[in-house]
């Protein structure tokens, strides 16, 4: 500031002004100072900023995936929300590997910033207790950690499953598969048990079988796809239900390769309204997981967190309701036509 002051011939103070309160100084002034600033090359230290002011405009947010839509719509839910407020997330990305989702806890801790917003696959606790003690308040998103030492936003992913199945069996398909990953990753679990719910309902009408995989990923819905074409040729197969949607859109692949038809041999829907998998030439029914919803909650519920005295802030879940989304996978085209008039 000493520098600018003096190419720009003012005072530091108001080198300060124009940084900090621009409405109070004199347009040429301003542009002189703005001038000497660009001339020197001096960028704002936001970091140093904020520590001296003991508190920080930085919200941390990190994901398990950026390629799925759902973690897509949740930083741009948290970022519109936390612009609102003049504030900025920072977003890392952990790649679905757990050790690269504890670097970048690190990271943000050691950033300073506000607050962290997390959303795992897998169960981070340990993580999240140690952030927390450095006073760092921690959000979880989309997985509930069945403890009550931070605030949660959940979307009720037994009801993402719950929704798929019914759908399935309201346009009366009876003969259904689940194709998922394993159990230990939570959405995963509670899904599958949405989906018995469902079928469990029928009394007996309806069957189900579950073909497990051991990833999320396209090459599990092939390989999966493989096994369940046969079926679908005999008849013993008329619905699956993918928990992802890239698992559905590699079914979709290899049935069509099989020569057949969907949905009219066999209805496929996934489960996570992944805006990767809708680009195929069969528009996919899927859920939505109410990302952006979840973003703005989990800053309103970090900033609430901050406002409040440690000692007697009590920890709060928000529980957000999926949404079905019908596209040509399980009703057809001449449906959606029908529908959109």
């Not at 998922?180 to 079988?209: F, H, I, K, S």
């Not at 051991?214 to 993918?242: S, W």
């Not at 079905?324 to 529908?339: H, K, N």
Request: aromatic residues 4%.
């Amino acid at each position: 500031m000493t520098d600018v002051a003096r190419a720009a011939g003012v005072a530091i103070g108001t080198v300060s002004n124009v940084l900090n309160h621009p409405d109070k100084v004199a347009p040429a002034t301003l542009e002189r100072v703005q001038g000497a600033i660009a001339q020197l090359g001096f960028v704002r230290n936001t970091n140093a900023q904020q520590l001296a002011a003991g508190r920080s405009r930085s919200i941390g947010l990190v994901v398990i995936d950026i390629s799925n839509s759902l973690f897509v719509d949740i930083a741009r839910g948290a970022q519109r929300y936390a612009t609102e407020l003049s504030m900025n997330v920072l977003v890392a990305n952990s790649d679905n590997r757990i050790d690269q989702q504890r670097a970048d806890l690190d990271f943000f801790d050691g950033a300073r910033v506000g607050g962290i917003l997390l959303a795992p696959m897998e169960d981070a606790g340990d993580d999240v207790a140690r952030i927390r003690t450095h006073g760092r308040p921690t959000i979880m998103l989309n997985y509930d950690t069945g403890r009550n030492d931070c605030c949660q936003v959940l979307v009720d992913n037994e009801e993402v499953g719950y929704l798929a199945a019914r759908h399935l069996i309201e346009i009366g398909r009876t003969r259904l598969a689940f194709v998922g990953g394993r159990d230990y990753l939570q959405p995963v679990a509670l899904r599958r048990r949405g989906v018995r719910r469902a079928v469990a309902e029928e009394n007996g009408r309806v069957t189900l079988q579950e073909i497990p995989t051991e990833n999320l990923d396209p090459p599990g819905g092939l390989r999966a796809g493989e096994e369940l074409a046969p079926q679908v040729r005999d008849g013993r197969l008329d619905g699956v239900i993918a928990v992802t949607d890239l698992l559905a859109m590699a079914l979709i692949q290899v049935f069509g390769a099989e020569g057949i038809a969907v949905p009219g041999d066999v209805a496929v829907m996934g489960c996570d309204h992944n805006s990767a998998a809708w680009g195929g030439m069969i528009p996919l029914t899927s859920v939505q997981m109410q990302g952006i919803d979840m973003g703005r909650e989990g800053v309103r519920l970090l900033l609430a967190e901050l406002g409040e005295d440690p000692a007697t802030h009590e920890h709060v879940t928000t529980v957000l309701r999926p949404e079905l989304v019908v596209r040509e996978s399980t009703v057809g085209r001449s449906a959606i036509s029908a529908a959109s008039v």
